[in-house]
């Protein structure tokens, strides 16, 4: 270790970034950190569009709203999914300035939906 500058009583370990003083504080920076990649969320919206003209102004939109990862656009499903760093309620009302139908995609109704297909296929 070498002393560093004039804070002779400080000594600098070249093994590590920094001053051991500060390594306390950079780890505590570095989990606060590594918890907001932890955060990362997926949402995903049923949004009425009906062209490419409705997906476009869904992408602009989606494309400027701040930590998203990234965005799949489903016209035939009318499903959107955001990934990222990001509120659900904050994509929802993003999407929502396009003057697009928005809601949550309901994962019950996918799942009502896929057993009341089962059960009509079955009957026939």
Do not use: H
Request: net charge negative; with cysteine; aromatic share 8%.
């Amino acid at each position: 270790m070498t002393p560093i500058g004039r804070f002779t009583d400080i000594e600098w370990d070249s093994a590590l970034s920094f001053p051991p003083y500060l390594n306390a504080q950079v780890q505590a920076l570095n989990c606060r950190e590594l918890r907001s990649f932890d955060m990362a969320e997926t949402v995903v919206l049923k949004v009425g569009m009906s062209c490419q003209g409705c997906v476009g102004a869904v992408k602009r939109v989606l494309s400027k709203l701040e930590g998203v990862e990234s965005f799949d656009v489903d016209l035939k499903e009318q499903k959107v999914t955001v990934k990222g760093n990001v509120k659900p309620e904050a994509v929802l009302q993003t999407v929502s300035k396009t003057g697009k139908t928005t809601s949550f995609w309901e994962a019950e109704s996918e799942a009502k939906e896929a057993d009341f297909n089962t059960a009509a296929t079955a009957t026939a």
